[in-house]
């Protein structure tokens, strides 16, 4: 079983920027890849963005490319995601996952709420 907690949520004005975390414990010696997902009200949980945990190949959804970064410190286990050029629609709950080559694992942390408004 993996544990994942995220960090770094808040209000942020349309244009801003803001870092969520997310730290892995537990059973990691099996995590392929880290990835953000993000889930609206009254929406379905989509994915924004995922990195590989040993080469770093990363991947975005179209919504967020060219603003969003993702990155990870394999030493400390931790997931990061750069927000930049945030957007009302970028409200959500943020949400950290892992999975191997098969596929995500269903373990999810408590999530970060994310709110651009002005």
């Known amino acids: 079983q993996v544990q994942l907690v995220e960090f770094g949520g808040g209000l942020v004005q349309p244009g801003g920027s803001l870092r969520l975390s997310c730290a892995a414990s537990?059973?990691?010696?099996?995590?392929?890849?880290m990835g953000w997902y993000r889930q609206a009200p009254g929406k379905q949980r989509e994915l924004v963005a995922t990195?590989?945990?040993?080469?770093?190949?990363?991947s975005y959804a179209d919504s967020v490319k060219g603003r969003f970064a993702i990155s990870r410190d394999n030493a400390k286990n931790t997931v990061y995601l750069q927000m930049n050029s945030l957007k009302p629609e970028d409200t959500a709950v943020y949400y950290c996952?892992?999975?191997?080559?098969?596929?995500?694992?269903?373990?999810w942390g408590q999530g970060t709420q994310v709110t651009v408004s002005s």
């Open positions: 990195i590989t945990r040993v080469f770093g190949s990363t």
């Open positions: 537990g059973n990691i010696s099996t995590i392929y890849k």
């Open positions: 996952n892992v999975g191997d080559y098969g596929g995500w694992y269903p373990y």
